[in-house]
Structure formats: C-alpha cells, structure tokens
C-alpha cells in the first residue's frame, strides 16, 4: 500500500506559519503531502518552504501543468484534505462552491474526508456570516475545528485562534484512521471528566491518586475527530488542550461537580472518566500544618464528597442523556463491575483491570464495557484511543 496522500490546504492568515509544522509531522509520520497554498497565503510562507518541506511541487492556481488537470486530479486522488489555517473567506468559498484557484477547485473535486482548522479574529469567528459557512460545511459532513482562546495578532487575545499544530496532526490521524466513516458524533454535545481530583488539607499538601488523564483525553480527543462538541473537565493532568475541544480546569471533587451540572444540561453524553476522591478531609488548614515535636500527629478526619456518576444518572437533565462511567477493580472484575453499573444507574461502565503497567499513566488499555442492557464488550489490550473508539461506537448505538 502506498503511502496515504494528504493535501494540506493552507489559506492567507498569519498562522500559516503554523502549518509548516503540521506539515512536518505529516510528512515525517509516512504521509504524502501535496501543499495547495492561495495567493494570499504566499505572503505570510513562500513556496519554496513548503516545497521543501513536503518534497513535493507547489502551485497555486490551475494554469500550470495543465496537462495533468491538476484542478481536479489533486482533490480526487486525496485520502484527506486538510486546510489549516482556513481564513473566513476560505470559509465562505468552500461553503459556497466557488472555485477560482487550485485549493477551491481541489475542495470540490475532493471525496475524502475534509478538516477545516480556523484561524481569524473573534470579530470574524463570531460573525453569523461565518458561523452559517461552519453550519453548512458541517452539514455536509466537514470537520470544522473550533479555534482555540488565546493570544491573536496584534495585542488581541480571544476566540480564533490556530490550535496547536500537534493537536492539528492527531485529528488528522483520526480521521485518515477512520477512512470514510464519517463525523457520526457530529451535530452532539459530549461532556467528559478526566484526570485525578485533589482534595486540599493545607496550602502545600493534598490526598490525590494516579489518574493521569490520558484516557480522558483519549475520549475528547476521538470525540472531537468524530465531529462532537467536547467539554473536557480536567482535573490536575497537566495534558495539553486538544485541538477543537472546549477545556474546563477543576481541582478538587465539589468543582468537579459543579463543572459537570454545568455543561450538562444540553450534553448527550456526559462519560465520567475522572477518579473522583469518595472522601475529602474535613477541615481544611488555611496555614501550613507543622509538626510538634514529641507530639502525634492529629488524625485526618474525611468526610464523602458527592457521586457525581450516581447523581448524573439519576437526575438527567434530558431523559434521552446517556451516562457512562469507569470502574477500576482488582478483584472479581466482572462481578464487582456488574453491582457498579446498576449501583451508579449509568447505561455504560468500562471496567478496568488495575495491576502492574495496566491503567496508570500507560499508553495502553485493556478493558470491558458493560451495558445496562446487559452487553459485554471486550476491547483487547491497545492504546487507550481504542478503547475511547469503541465507547463512542456503544455511544453511537444508543443514541440512535
Ligand atoms: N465517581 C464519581 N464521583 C465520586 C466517585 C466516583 O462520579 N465521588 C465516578 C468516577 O468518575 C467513575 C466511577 O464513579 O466513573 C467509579 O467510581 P468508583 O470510585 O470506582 O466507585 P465506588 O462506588 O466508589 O466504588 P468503590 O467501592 O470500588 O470505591
């Protein structure tokens, strides 16, 4: 098999600059890249750079080797269009159909997957104009990514901006990964927890546990190729934001909890993978505790924190919300996941076996995914992105 070819469509904004990476990681991870730059977009990276960089020819408009049709051969012969960073004008053209240069022409030539990475100031991102151009394209089954917050040209900082172009390459790998699948959450909202809650006992000291978060991300991350709106409610992982996935900070349990009824409401899914403390202490010491010599040391009185899984379950905000949960056992799996699921009420509990390298901060995962209706799925041993594939496939199912 050849290697997969992948057309990076890059439009005139500043963060054209950014794509040079993208395009480096494509290239170096076995991609084929044929860049298709606009005029405007030359201005900001010449075609030498991107020449060089993707090993291959580069042109703008369809005048130059016209024998070859390069109008329509490029688009059809991609496995993946990725335009990065698409201006509101690229927007609007391809939402429109015009094709007046090489990069409009290949959009409609394309059959592949299509992502769209914006880049533009709030103003232009808010504006109806552009969000009924995302509308249509979504609607037509495009991956538009939802820019990321932050610093813009000039002194600007606000909606906008190019999400980080390593988050860019792992939703390109996703959706080349899922082929002609298609966007099958698109049109949802998720909502995800992931990470470890903290529950404070002074300033400089709190209980925790080992969660590191990847398997929540994991879950964003798929969710977000798959076409979902994410909110992604991490608590203490320190894991760079995913590209298109709106990301809530929390610490402790009850912030966990307050994140989660407040995404919630209009949320389809809400899928708790974050190992929520059960107790917090008491009281909590505004000064740092100290030690007193020839003393012992005052107990560490808890108390339970809320379950949210269990309060979700129960207490939906729309009757057709699913609930999934995690459950991480030692002993008798199966059984002990089987008295979790109908204990927490969700639809779905993905049971974890915990032991050496298994679960904690690995790459890897091997679980069973329970269903209120009694299903039994095993996802064998592999990278926690399968696992999340598979949730969403159950997800899918059962939404209808
Ligand atoms: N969970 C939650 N709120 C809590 C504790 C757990 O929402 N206070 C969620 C987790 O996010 C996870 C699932 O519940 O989805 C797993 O809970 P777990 O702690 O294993 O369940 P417990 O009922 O506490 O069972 P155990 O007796 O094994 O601790």
New binding site residues.
């Given amino acids: 098999m050849g290697k997969p070819k992948v057309v990076l469509g890059v439009s005139g904004g500043i963060a054209a600059y950014k794509a040079c990476e993208l395009l480096r990681r494509l290239t170096e991870s076995g991609h084929d890249v044929r860049v298709v730059p606009t005029d405007s977009a030359l201005h900001f990276v010449g075609a030498a750079t991107w020449s060089a960089l993707s090993g291959n020819p580069v042109s703008t408009e369809v005048w130059e080797s016209v024998h070859e049709v390069p109008h329509v051969r490029i688009g059809q012969a991609a496995d993946l269009v990725v335009v990065a960073p698409a201006t509101a004008d690229m927007l609007a053209k391809a939402a429109h159909g015009l094709a007046d240069d090489l990069l409009t022409n290949t959009l409609l030539t394309a059959r592949c997957p299509v992502v769209f990475a914006p880049a533009m100031h709030t103003e232009m991102w808010e504006h109806p104009a552009t969000q009924e151009n995302v509308a249509t394209l979504r609607r037509r089954g495009a991956l538009v990514i939802d820019p990321a917050v932050g610093r813009l040209t000039g002194a600007d900082t606000g909606k906008g901006r190019l999400p980080d172009p390593a988050e860019i390459f792992e939703v390109c790998r996703r959706v080349l990964a899922r082929g002609t699948a298609g966007p099958d959450l698109a049109g949802r909202h998720v909502v995800v927890?992931a990470g470890g809650t903290r529950e404070p006992l002074d300033p400089v000291r709190f209980l925790g546990n080992r969660s590191s978060g990847k398997q929540g991300y994991a879950l964003a991350r798929t969710a977000a190729a798959r076409g979902a709106r994410v909110t992604l409610i991490e608590a203490n992982t320190g894991l760079p934001d995913p590209a298109g996935v709106d990301v809530v900070r929390v610490g402790t349990?009850v912030q966990l909890r307050e994140a989660v009824l407040k995404a919630a409401p209009d949320a389809d899914v809400v899928v708790?993978?974050?190992?929520?403390a059960?107790f917090r202490p008491e009281t909590y010491a505004t000064g740092k505790i100290k030690k007193k010599d020839g003393q012992d040391p005052e107990p560490i009185v808890l108390v339970r924190?809320?379950?949210?899984?269990a309060e979700m379950a129960a207490d939906r905000p729309r009757p057709e919300q699913l609930v999934v949960?995690?459950?991480?056992e030692t002993d008798d799996v199966l059984a002990n996941g089987r008295a979790?699921l109908a204990?927490?009420g969700c639809d779905l509990l993905v049971v974890n076996e915990v032991g050496e390298r298994k679960t904690f901060g690995s790459e890897e995962n091997e679980a069973v995914v329970l269903g209120a209706d009694g299903s039994e799925t095993a996802v064998p041993y592999g990278p926690k992105e399968a696992l999340a594939d598979t949730v969403w496939d159950l997800v899918v199912d059962r939404l209808g």
């Fill in positions: 927890s349990a708790m993978a974050a190992a929520v059960d924190n809320p379950d949210i899984l949960g995690f459950a991480a979790k204990r927490k």
